[in-house]
Each structure stands twice: as structure tokens, then as C-alpha cells.
């Protein structure tokens, strides 16, 4: 069974870097696939954020595309998102997932998501 | 990259069929059979329900069903249960040389 956990810092201050993790249990993620980070802001919908694959390559929502980094760490079997110069906008529960099928279209395993709120 | 439209809401009676459409355009829902919805309860991380379009992943009813016409996308929950009531998202591939995908807005769906 595919287990995703993300984890990093709750409050951020504006104009910093949001981090956060996720590292992947039951699956290595070496072995293929594409994972991705989703957010939604609270009381709001679903937000692709962007996508990796396990070589590295990487895919990113246009709008956010200037702020966001995704990497990924094999040996540690996690990857990280990285989003700069946050603000209240960027408020919201920050999830990983596994994306799979044709054309890596949908996520079929989850994380449980985090809270990360963007205040002074 | 626009987000694909759901209603804001939709309901029904334990027992009824409803429909949810998800429009898109000839770029993501049109273009590809690759749409897919998940299911949200209030405080949990969503939940696959349909994937490809009206594929149905092990585990979950065989009363969700999924269809396309054109650029647009249904979710038909047929024998509407009390446990059934969550928000529901669509989302599509929305890439030709990319793996980018893109989220419908979300529908309330109430059971009455």
C-alpha cells in the first residue's frame, strides 16, 4: 500500500519560502511514476501546483510556474516543493500525490494534507 | 491554463440519480478521454472515484459512472446514498507535450 506523508513548517511569513516534503512509504518512487503537489485554499477547490517525475523532470502550473521548484530525493524516497515570495494568497492545505495511468492524468494515492498559513 | 466549470452545487433524494458536468475545452476535456473525479468529505484529502474518464478505480460503487460529449465531462451518482454527500472535483489532462493537469472548482452535492 502507497503511504504519503507531508510535512514542514505550518506558518510561513510573507515574501519568504514555503517548504514542505513528502516522503513516500510501500512504493520507491525510483522505480517510476509521477508524483505532484495540489493545494486548496480554505473553503476553496483544488489547485494543481506541479509535477515530477522520477528522473526529475518537472511540470508546473503556469501561474504559479515563476514561484515554484520541485525536486525530488531517491535515496531518501521524498520529494519537496518550494514556493517563493508567499502571501495570504498562498494560504491553504498543501497535499501530495501519486499521479498514474495514461498520460500520468490522475492521482490515485494521497496524502493527508497540511495546513500551511502565510502570516506575520 | 483556465479551470475547468462545475456547478457550485447540485442535490437530491437518497434514491435519485444526479449528474454533475465538468466543461472544459477542445485543449483539456475535448481533446482526451482523460478526465477524473474525486470525491472530498470535510477535512479529508480527496478520494478517486472515476479516472480515464469513466473508469472506476477497485473498492468504489458501481453507482458512480462517468461519460464525455465534446468538451464536456459527467459524473452520474445513481441511487443516492446519505454517505454520498461531499464536494466532488473534476480534473483533466490538459497537456500535449506536458503532464500538466487542471482542476474543475468543485460541486457541493447535498443529499436531502
Known amino acids: 500500500q502507497v503511504q504519503l506523508q507531508e510535512s514542514g513548517p505550518g506558518l510561513v511569513k510573507p515574501s519568504e519560502t514555503l517548504s514542505l516534503t513528502c516522503a513516500v512509504s510501500?512504493?520507491?518512487?525510483?522505480?517510476?511514476?509521477?508524483w505532484g503537489w495540489i493545494r486548496q485554499p480554505p473553503g476553496k477547490g483544488l489547485e494543481w501546483i506541479g509535477s515530477?517525475?522520477?528522473?526529475?523532470?518537472?511540470y508546473y502550473n503556469p501561474s504559479l510556474k515563476s514561484r515554484v521548484t520541485i525536486s525530488v530525493d531517491t535515496s531518501k524516497n521524498q520529494f519537496s516543493l518550494k514556493l517563493s515570495s508567499v502571501t495570504a494568497a498562498d494560504t491553504a492545505v498543501y497535499y501530495c500525490a501519486r499521479l498514474f495511468g495514461l498520460r500520468a492524468s490522475y492521482f490515485d494515492y494521497w496524502g493527508q494534507g497540511t495546513l500551511v498559513t502565510v502570516s506575520s | 491554463q483556465s479551470a475547468l466549470t462545475q456547478p457550485a452545487s447540485v442535490s437530491g433524494s437518497p434514491g435519485q440519480s444526479i449528474t454533475i458536468s465538468c466543461t472544459g475545452t477542445?485543449?483539456?476535456?475535448?481533446?482526451?478521454?482523460?478526465v477524473s473525479w474525486y470525491q472530498q468529505h470535510p477535512g479529508k484529502a480527496p478520494k478517486l472515484m472515476i479516472y480515464e474518464g469513466s473508469k472506476r478505480p477497485s473498492g468504489v460503487s458501481n453507482r458512480f459512472s462517468g461519460s464525455k460529449s465534446g468538451n464536456t465531462a459527467s459524473l452520474t451518482i445513481s441511487g443516492l446514498q446519505a454517505e454520498d454527500e461531499a464536494d466532488y472535483y473534476c480534473?483533466?489532462?490538459?497537456?500535449?507535450?506536458?503532464?500538466?493537469?487542471?482542476f474543475g472548482g468543485g460541486t457541493k452535492l447535498t443529499v436531502l
Open positions: 515530477i517525475y522520477h528522473s526529475g523532470s518537472t
Open positions: 510501500g512504493y520507491s518512487i525510483s522505480s517510476g511514476y509521477y
Open positions: 477542445s485543449s483539456d476535456v475535448g481533446s482526451y478521454n482523460l
Open positions: 480534473c483533466s489532462y490538459a497537456g500535449s507535450s506536458t503532464f500538466d493537469v487542471v
